[in-house]
């Protein structure tokens, strides 16, 4: 017998006959003499339509009522399931959050669990129910609902399964498994059969949305295996695990991220402690930032950019006209229509020239750099939004990662894939 944690995502419980799929999937193990645990995610594009409905009331929503109404949309996935379930003849049992024990710090919508108190969850399996629970939620000490990040079903799952010493860890999506670059967008991506908890990190954290950046933490910090594999279908994902350096390809994988913005100042002195004033500000609003670059100085003045989450833009914007003034600078910059690529590998460690490949396969293309930075198995550059596809596949074909057979979409409506391209936008 063993213990299995199963997680589907938004677009594998969007409508009642993915849910009565996955109630299918989850009693075959059942049936199979396994205990099943299932973490879900909100149907469909739910969360992104509570997201609209908050701004529309409030444009600056009080974070504890956000968080209280993102976690919506995972309780009813999570009822509906388990009336699914239990509608085929089995027995179901639904957690929210704070019911399941995920005991979380106190920073809405980017919550991070501390402890998962799992009796409730432990008393359901030996009942002999199908425990479902509900993704990207818990709870406070003091008992107010907080949220996991965007895409933090991912890491429910995950902590689940660390936290109840399961066997398999398996997330459900609507592709096969993570591959050598988004396939909507580079459609000569490859699945990978198997991926190592660094380079999976590294990708995840450049933007490739497969997996939430803080599961595969949680899952290299524990131990935990994940299989990532499509919803819609039999076939064996990738198997997200420790490989060893020796087995590294040179490159595993290109990621993409247009959900950040680029701000220049403009002719800013060049004199000890301007970085730190400014950096210091843009801290003080709570405001994070990626990529730093300062300019070569002429005449005492140089110009530094900068890249910010779209999403903390009006943070910033707030802050420029003073920071202009008390700097000293000419004026500044934004432009929100940029892309940074990266790509991952921790070959790269190993393997000089790999920047100036990127670099020169990147101006063959016409495609020109406006930031670079880099990790020992990372090089990211920032080019125009508009170049996104066309760097990625150039960059796909050069370093030799190109498959022979062409991604299809068969599972996804025509409403659902324009969904996924406005992703990060
Ligand atoms: P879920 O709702 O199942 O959590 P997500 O939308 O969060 O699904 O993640 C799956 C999506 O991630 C895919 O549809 C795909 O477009 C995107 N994606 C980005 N990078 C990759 C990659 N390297 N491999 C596979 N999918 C990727
Ligand atoms: N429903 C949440 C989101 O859309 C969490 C998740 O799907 O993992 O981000
Ligand atoms: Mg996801």
């Given at each position: 017998?063993?213990?299995?944690?199963?997680?589907?995502?938004?677009?594998?419980?969007?409508?009642?006959?993915?849910?009565?799929?996955?109630?299918?999937r989850l009693i075959e193990h059942k049936k199979a003499g396994d205990q099943v645990i299932a973490v879900v995610s909100a149907m469909g594009k739910s969360t992104d339509d509570f997201v609209n409905l908050a701004h529309n009331i409030n444009p600056d929503?009080?974070?504890?009522?956000?968080?209280?109404?993102m976690s919506a949309g995972e309780q009813i996935s999570m009822a509906i399931l388990a009336m699914a379930v239990e509608a085929k003849g089995y027995k179901a049992m639904s957690f929210t959050g704070s019911q399941a024990g995920i005991v979380t710090d106190v920073e809405y919508s980017k919550a991070k669990i501390r402890e998962i108190k799992a009796d409730?969850?432990?008393?359901?399996?030996?009942?002999?129910?199908i425990v479902i629970v509900a993704g990207f939620q818990g709870v406070t000490k003091s008992g107010d609902i907080t949220t996991l990040g965007r895409g933090g079903s991912d890491t429910t799952a995950v902590a689940v399964a660390a936290a109840t010493g399961a066997d398999l860890c398996e997330i459900y999506t609507d592709v096969e498994g993570v591959y050598t670059a988004d396939p909507r967008i580079c459609p000569r991506a490859k699945r990978l059969d198997v991926i190592n908890y660094e380079d999976m990190l590294e990708l995840s954290d450049s933007g490739s949305g497969v997996l939430q950046s803080r599961s595969v933490e949680f899952a290299r910090n524990f131990g935990?295996?994940?299989?990532?594999?499509?919803?819609?279908?039999?076939?064996?994902?990738?198997?997200?695990?420790?490989?060893?350096?020796?087995?590294?390809?040179?490159?595993?994988?290109?990621?993409?991220?247009?959900?950040?913005?680029?701000?220049?100042?403009?002719?800013?002195?060049?004199?000890?402690?301007i970085a730190a004033q400014l950096f210091a500000s843009v801290a003080s609003v709570g405001a994070n930032v990626?990529?730093?670059?300062?300019?070569?100085?002429?005449?005492?003045?140089?110009?530094?950019?900068?890249?910010?989450?779209?999403?903390?833009?009006?943070?910033?914007?707030?802050?420029?006209?003073?920071?202009v003034a008390d700097l000293g600078a000419r004026s500044y910059l934004i432009d929100k229509s940029i892309s940074k690529i990266s790509i991952v590998g921790a070959g790269m460690k190993t393997n000089p020239g790999i920047a100036a490949k990127m670099f020169s396969v990147l101006a063959e293309n016409g495609i020109n750099i406006t930031l670079i930075s880099t990790s020992s198995i990372r090089l990211s550059v920032v080019i125009d939004g508009s170049l996104t596809e066309k760097a990625v596949q150039c960059l796909?074909?050069?370093?030799?990662?190109?498959?022979?057979?062409?991604?299809?979409?068969?599972?996804?409506?025509?409403?659902?894939?324009?969904?996924?391209?406005k992703k990060g936008r």
């Open positions: 017998m063993s213990l299995i944690v199963m997680k589907f995502g938004g677009t594998s419980v969007a409508n009642e006959e993915r849910i009565r799929k996955v109630a299918d929503p009080p974070r504890r009522e956000m968080d209280v109404l409730r969850i432990f008393y359901a399996l030996n009942k002999g129910y935990v295996v994940i299989h990532c594999r499509s919803a819609f279908s039999d076939k064996p994902g990738t198997l997200v695990k420790e490989v060893s350096d020796m087995e590294s390809a040179v490159i595993t994988g290109i990621a993409y991220d247009n959900s950040e913005a680029k701000v220049t100042l403009r002719d800013v002195p060049d004199r000890p402690g990626d990529m730093i670059v300062q300019n070569v100085s002429e005449n005492g003045m140089t110009d530094m950019s900068f890249t910010t989450p779209l999403k903390d833009l009006p943070l910033v914007k707030d802050l420029l006209d003073k920071l796909h074909t050069a370093f030799g990662l190109d498959s022979d057979t062409v991604f299809e979409e068969t599972q996804l409506s025509s409403e659902e894939l324009a969904a996924k391209a």
